[in-house]
Nanobody, 121 residues
Framework: QVQLVESGGGLVQAGGSLRLSCAASGRTFSRYAMAWFRQAPGKEREFVGAISSSGGSTYYADSVKGRFTISRDNAQNTMYLQMNSLKPEDTAVYYC??????????????WGQGTQVTVSS
């Protein structure tokens, strides 16, 4: 069992940066591939990117490629999402998820509670 807690959200101007963290409980964090999703009001939950269990492989949605970077520190049981060049359309609640590398949210067993990111124009 893994419990996930996101932090680092907030309000930022367009063009700015934020770094989100996802802290995991339990000693099995390093076994799991992890991902970030986001959900804007009235929209479906959207895949942002994923990282392998070792951190050696990542991939991203086209909408964030080149602007967002996912990393993890297995010794600290933490995953990160560095977001640069933020746009108003990045405004959403951001969730971390564990247990898969799928782009579909139904493939994930573990979810955090979400953290709000708001990008002003």
């Amino acid at each position: 069992q893994v419990q996930l807690v996101e932090s680092g959200g907030g309000l930022v101007q367009a063009g700015g940066s934020l770094r989100l963290s996802c802290a995991a409980s339990g000693r099995t964090f390093s076994r799991y591939a992890m991902a970030w999703f986001r959900q804007a009001p009235g929209k479906e939950r959207e895949f942002v990117g994923a990282i392998s269990s070792s951190g050696g492989s990542t991939y991203y949605a086209d909408s964030v490629k080149g602007r967002f970077t996912i990393s993890r520190d297995n010794a600290q049981n933490t995953m990160y999402l560095q977001m640069n060049s933020l746009k108003p359309e990045d405004t959403a609640v951001y969730y971390c998820a564990g247990g898969s590398r799928s782009t579909s949210p139904i493939s994930y067993n573990y979810w955090g509670q979400g953290t709000q990111v708001t990008v002003s124009s």
